[in-house]
């Protein structure tokens, strides 16, 4: 997870983020790379399977992208990159290769409103002239930009294997669209509503049932005590799992949401899938030499940027905060341009973490003594045997998750998942309410390894955030609607200007 975060690894990073002054208010931006790109820095993952009742035979995958949007982002807020691949691969056969992928592009279609100023028509700078909503279409003529995507399916390699758009099965067609942003309760007074309204059905080539699917912008569902973590692990990695503020509890995402049934995500009598994202861009970017609006006669936006060329990987999410904290600096590039597959490259990262040693030093806790690590290569590389590890299997970093273990509801969750004795969690898959900062930390710190490899490893690490189910819906695509940019009320007060 590319998230302001500390999880198992995110202090292991601390030295070099002091050392090159790249500690800022968020580890989202895990790559140098990638801090020159926003929208197309994945930020988590999660994929579990649906316990939304009735919904037990479902996968859902929720990809979110975007870090830190701040709510009052305007006048542009935070729309996907159009000359932009996203995408969620899926591994059934066990060998660290995508064998099903859900290809997201996306279309920002500016309306270009104008008003008469003086008898010339004159383009407003805002990307509304006025509300809209709850429908998906209603108040299209107040919205200065209407976002739509597509999403392909490929069976087989992805830039070579069979490649079929999935059809809109709630308005026809193959196009889906975006909800704008949370601009305000002005311009869209009922925004839960609004957004529900974009949720679709999705008809899935090769797939026997629906699914659906949801791309919007949401709150961001991920906690963690970021400032404290990185000043040099400011806080009691022992004391109270809940006594410190969540640092980026204001902030949005966006969120790619996908409901599947488990059967078009199997292959044979193996029901362990692994999964991870990626985003693309263009191997070649030229600037495009704009024209100067109404001087020249333009009509229409303009792109700034033009891709061409092939696709070329420049983000990479599987289990989250791999690649902040454990991948070290000179290879966080490499990683995120890498497949699975490839990942024998980084395995001395997971056999040799840095994580409980640099803890032993700030706080005279024991680090694990047993190298290799094979606690961890199991929990991030392989899969756990008996709970996630598919039946053949090559060492590689994603997200795996064994279909056949039953959902469990919201409400019996337990945010420590496998640690907590439910088996529904993360490392088996990644549900929202999983704290993965205190799983991570107790893995990294020996709570698999017997008590003469890790002295101290039972001890209740934590980063102080704490957050569970309760925190987000028990439906897709379960994440909570985005923070409004003006929280404030329609305002009717109307002034006359003299």
Known sequence: MRHATCNLLTLSLLAALAASG???????????????????????????????????????????YIPLEDAYGGPNYFSMDPDALYEIEIDNQGDAKEHLTFQFRFTNAYQ?????????????????????????????????LIESYTVTVVQGDRRHGKATLAANLSSGGTTFRKPLDNIGNKSIPDYPAYSSNHIFSIGIPGCDGPGRVFVGQRKDPFAVNLGEIFDLVNLNPVGSPSGSPNTIG?????????????????????????AWTTASMHQVSILNSMPHGIASGATGAKASQIGGGAWSQVSRLGAPLVNEVVIGLPDKDRFNASEPKDDGQFASYVTNPSLPTLLQVL????????????????????????????KKVTASEMLRLNTSTPPVAAAQQSTLAVLGGDTAGFPNGRRPGDDVVDIELRVAMGVLLPPDQAPDGQLPYTDGTSLSA???AQTFPYLNPPLPGSPNGANGVTASIR
């Open 22 to 64: 790249a500690a800022t208010a968020s580890s989202h931006r895990e790559a140098p790379f990638i801090t020159a790109h926003p929208k197309v820095d994945g930020t988590d993952f999660y994929m579990f399977r649906s316990y939304e009742a009735g919904r037990q035979d479902y996968v859902t995958l929720i990809a979110n």
């Open 112 to 144: 270009n409103a104008a008003l008469n100023i003086g008898g010339k028509s004159i383009p407003v700078p805002l990307i509304n002239i006025g509300p809209f909503g709850p429908g998906v279409s209603d108040g299209d003529a107040n919205k200065n």
């Open 250 to 274: 204001d902030k949005n995402v966006t969120s790619i949401a996908l409901e599947v049934p488990i059967s078009c995500l199997t292959s044979g009598a193996d029901p362990v899938i692994g």
């Open 363 to 390: 706080f005279g806790v024991h680090a694990p003594t047993a190298y290799p690590r094979t606690d961890l290569v199991a929990a991030f590389l392989t899969g756990v045997p008996g709970l996630n590890q598919a």
């Open 470 to 472: 309760a925190d987000f």
